[in-house]
């Protein structure tokens, strides 16, 4: 399975896809994310992994 990590409203999304969540804290983390920049997003070369992710109510 994959999920997304959107840094913008992604309305063309709507319908196709379910929102599970959203960033509480740590924002900084998020912004310092590597964006890819061709038309598909994709990030050239190693992109960045998490090593953990935490679900919580």
């Known amino acids: 399975s994959q999920f997304f990590i959107m840094f913008q ?16 804290e740590g924002m900084d983390v998020v912004d310092a994310i590597k964006r890819g920049e061709g038309r598909n997003g994709e990030v050239m070369g190693r992109p960045d992994m998490m090593s953990t992710v935490t679900v919580i109510e």
């Open 9 to 24: 409203e992604g309305y063309f999304l709507n319908g196709q896809y379910t929102v599970v969540g959203e960033v509480t």
